[in-house]
């Protein structure tokens, strides 16, 4: 595949003229760059603005984030999901602080070479912040570009994305490296985007571009994602005297280390789960509701069913806290965290009335 040396000339100007005013954008620092791009993958730019600006206030600089306490670092990332992100920001800043004096490392091979920092964000953080001529290659310039060249390659594959960045390499000669990716990145983002009619008239590429009205529905082509493992889990809110039961998730695995409702595999009846409450000596008195909720991973489906449970002994093995305090000081993840509402219903719907 080859592309138009013209594109850089034509795009910059209509970069400087519609880019969007993000925070990350107001400098070049790489631990501001860093977090943001490792912020922003799978998560929407409009929610992450509010997290940015949270984590940087309570840890500044990477030193900061190098030790930061676990529990501080879960609750910061509360609610983004894909928590092994935070985890390797965390370890990458430990790296940094250990083996670079706690200076960001300027040369491509060592920023790819920390955890959790793939293709994309090392080229992004070497271009934006050290002008290396390194082509990003994300959701946003893949579909660019394939409309571009009307190019109908897989883009799930990574040989899909080596020709693309392989074709992008001849337009970093003699431009700023970080604008034209952001300028690539804008351009999906804002005109070619994804699941409708790019807006073509309003493009700087469209003298230069191979697509044709309607093409669009078929390119990028990207193949069909395996099917979800569906698993059914009972998730138990075991309420005694007002403070509710919570452990923490194995260290390895899905969600690792971080706190949840207990719960156990399957979809138990009402007795079974009265029979684990007392298993796990929480000595239950009744059922208070039913309720069932799912959440979706990237291969999994969770289906969870769940029963709240009034309990007369604060069992040893789960630390028990208020809805208040869960709120304050524990980082349960998107799945468990949409039941909390279930702890703030003040009345037993199965209580009768005089
Ligand atoms: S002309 Fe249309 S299809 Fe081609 S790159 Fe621009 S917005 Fe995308």
New binding site residues.
Partial sequence: MELDREIAGLLLPWYEKNKRSLPWRADREPYHVWLSEVMCQQTRVEAVKGYYHRFLTALPTIEDLAVCPEEQLSKLWEGLGYYSRARNLKRSAEIICREYGGVFPSDFAAIRALPGIGDYTAAAIASICFDLPCPVVDGNVL??VT??RAFRGDIRRERTKAEVRQALAPLFDGVSSGALNQALME?GAL??QPNRA???GV?P??KL?S?SAG??REIPFKSELKERRVERHTVFLLCCGGAWALRKRPKKGLLAGLWEFPNLPGDLEAQAALDAAAAWNCRPIRLLRHTEKRHIFTHILWELPAWVIECQNPADGFIWASSEEIKERYSLPTAFRQFMNETEIKENPYEKSD
């Fill in positions: 579909r660019v409309r571009l351009l005109v070619c790019p807006d073509c493009c590429l469209q571009c697509s093409l669009w």
